[in-house]
């Protein structure tokens, strides 16, 4: 049957006026939004939750990485390669009790040779703060519903909250909505790249006896990762756990059948398993409506029973109970963004630099099957975060990178925060220049990033 349409004729507001609007508040955005405004730009942040932090704080559990994969490679050096804005963030959280900071994997370090675990209920007050030391506006509980445009240049977003449906006008926009919504409205090319991935549910549970789960795993030899550091207790110093518990029949069978995997968690408090991302169903288009709710609901029967099951058959979770769940599945890939520079394997494993780079990245989501050659590190152009045929808009976040493998090393967390502080810079010196994002000199924006203490190089 022909899909009935509704004709609708209405007047919006144009509510705000700035510089740069950020639209999406998750990694990438956040980051975005603190560079923009630091660069003199008036900048307003948008998002449809209650928080910033987006995917990382929906059970995104450890970054991923802040360092080179030197663990892999015996002797190869040990290099900081994300710092600027990412690292000062963590060096706060740190100060705020609320980050042990980068912690060295006992095991496991030829997957991730540095793990940065945070507390994201302290993220969460502490990004508050950064923003408004940096005067940026913030707008939570706001959807992105639309741009403006004129002919091919976008000039600001529409937004719906509380307030109404209102407009904001902006000389640049950057889209860090993860799924690529600010792109599409404005008519940018995007491929629909879900089918490639899952979409998760980790989850939290209380009273989990560490020690003692960690000394079963130990003797059935199902421990694939573990990091150990002082989270203030003299009897539980475990912080980063995965194990294979499809060793055991039972489990195996109910994973296979729903596609779970792992599981790989963290634990930041005595007692507590902060983090089990395990629940995971495939193919899900997180920009279908529908196809996202059966997901959300799927993914949390996942929950509880895989919960139940650890509670009855694993040593240590005897009195463990659920107490975290997502705002949202997870997701990892939806739309994306045609830019100007597609992110290819080859370039990242083989440590491509560029005149136009803007960050350094040297982690890939599935080593060591796939790593970036002689722990090196691997340059992103501005290219990639300029959106093919469209005028006024940039893009960071995971939405970038179309070729799969590609993007299990763009889209992990610090990669989309060194991303969003270069989007940011771009959009605040283009605004104040008076240029499109496209005409923008790269060397004068490396400059900025550099001064930001963006690691470009020696
Ligand atoms: C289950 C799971 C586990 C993961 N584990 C890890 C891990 O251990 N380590 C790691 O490094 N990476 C991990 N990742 C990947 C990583 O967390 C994400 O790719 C990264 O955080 C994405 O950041 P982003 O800023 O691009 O997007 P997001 O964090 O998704 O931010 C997008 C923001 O935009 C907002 N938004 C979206 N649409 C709109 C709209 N129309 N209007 C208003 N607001 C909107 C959202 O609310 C959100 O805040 C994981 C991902 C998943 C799904």
Not at 85 to 113: C, F, M, T
């Amino acid at each position: 049957m022909a899909m009935k349409f509704i004709q609708e004729t209405r007047q919006t507001p144009v509510r705000y006026e700035c510089d740069v609007v950020i639209a999406g508040g998750g990694t990438a955005g956040v980051c975005a939004a603190l560079a923009a405004a630091r660069n003199g730009a008036r900048t307003i942040l948008v998002d449809r939750y209650n928080f910033l932090g987006g995917t990382m704080l929906n059970g995104a559990g450890p970054l991923h990485s802040f360092y080179n994969l030197y663990k892999a490679f015996p002797g190869a050096p040990k290099i900081q390669c994300v710092r600027g804005i990412p690292s000062e963030i963590v060096d706060r959280l740190i100060a705020a009790g609320g980050s042990p900071g980068h912690l060295e994997q006992d095991k496991g370090g030829n997957y991730d040779s540095v793990i940065t675990i945070i507390d994201w209920e302290i993220f969460k007050d502490v990004i508050f703060d950064m923003m408004q030391e940096a005067g940026v506006r913030i707008l939570l509980h706001t959807m992105v519903v639309d741009v403006i445009r004129e002919k091919n240049t976008v000039r600001g977003l529409v937004i719906e909250g509380k307030s109404g449906r209102e407009a904001i006008e902006a000389k640049v926009v950057v889209d860090t909505t993860g799924d690529g919504d600010v792109a599409a409205f404005a008519g940018a090319p995007f491929t629909k790249k879900h089918q490639t991935t899952k979409v998760g549910m980790p989850f939290g549970m209380l009273n989990v006896d560490m020690p003692r789960l960690v000394a079963f795993l130990e003797e059935h030899d199902m421990v694939n990762q573990i990091v150990h550091a002082d989270k203030g207790s003299d009897r539980d110093d475990i912080v980063r756990l995965g194990f294979e518990l499809k060793k055991i029949p039972l489990f195996k069978e109910y994973m296979d059948q729903t596609g779970m995997w792992g599981p790989l968690g963290v634990s930041r408090y005595q007692g507590d398993y902060s983090y089990i991302n395990s629940c995971s169903l495939p193919a899900v288009d997180a920009t279908d409506t529908e196809a996202l709710t059966g997901a959300e609901i799927k993914l949390r029967k996942q929950v509880i029973t895989l919960s139940r099951m650890l509670r009855e058959h694993i040593p240590g979770f005897e009195k463990a109970h659920v107490y975290w769940t997502p705002a949202s599945a997870g997701i990892r890939y939806t739309r994306c963004v045609e830019c100007e520079h597609d992110m290819s394997l080859e370039e990242i494993v083989n440590g491509a630099r560029f005149e136009d780079e803007v960050m350094l990245y040297g982690f890939h989501d599935s080593a060591p099957r796939i790593m970036i050659k002689d722990a090196g590190v691997y340059g992103l152009p501005y290219r990639a975060l300029l959106p093919k045929q469209v005028e006024g808009l940039l893009v960071a976040g995971r939405m970038i990178t179309s070729d799969f493998d590609a993007h299990m090393s763009t889209r992990n967390t610090v990669s989309c925060m060194a991303q969003g502080e270069a989007a940011g810079t771009a959009a605040a010196l283009s605004a104040r220049a008076n240029v499109a994002p496209r005409e923008l000199d790269t060397s004068r924006l490396r400059q900025a990033l550099r001064a930001q203490g963006v690691y470009l190089g020696e």
